[in-house]
Nanobody, 121 residues
Framework: QVQLVESGGGLVQAGGSLRLSCAAS??????YAWFRQAPGKEREFVAA??????????DYADSVKGRFTISRDNAKPTVYLQMGSLKPEDTAVYYC??????????????WGQGTQVSVSS
């Protein structure tokens, strides 16, 4: 059974940092992504990482570029989202996804259950 399990969410003050983790089980993926969904809003792309024979790629939404870093540990396998300089508008449920063909949530094949990130002003 394929599972993605997120952890690391919580409450933090503006300007603070958090690290989210997503542990995969059941199979190894070559691409992962993080999305987030705030109350009343659509699920939006945050970051993605892909490993390929040519080296892979990393992609960020403009809203988090320079503040968030996506990385992966192939030995575990786990993908991380290091979030810094957090803002109240970063408050959302963060979801880990795998096998996404684009930045749209509907293109992803696997999802975790989500972890809440709340940033206070």
């Amino acid at each position: 059974q394929v599972q993605l399990v997120e952890s690391g969410g919580g409450l933090v003050q503006a300007g603070g940092s958090l690290r989210l983790s997503c542990a995969a089980s059941g199979r190894t993926f070559t691409s992962y992504a993080w999305f987030r969904q705030a109350p009343g809003k659509e699920r939006e792309f945050v970051a993605a990482i892909t490993i390929s024979w040519s080296g892979g790629s990393i992609d960020y939404a403009d809203s988090v570029k320079g503040r968030f870093t996506i990385s992966r540990d192939n030995a575990k396998p786990t993908v991380y989202l290091q979030m810094g300089s957090l803002k109240p508008e970063d408050t959302a449920v963060y979801y880990c996804a795998a096998v996404c063909s684009g930045r749209t949530a509907g293109t992803c094949s696997y999802w975790g259950q989500g972890t809440q990130v709340s940033v206070s002003s």
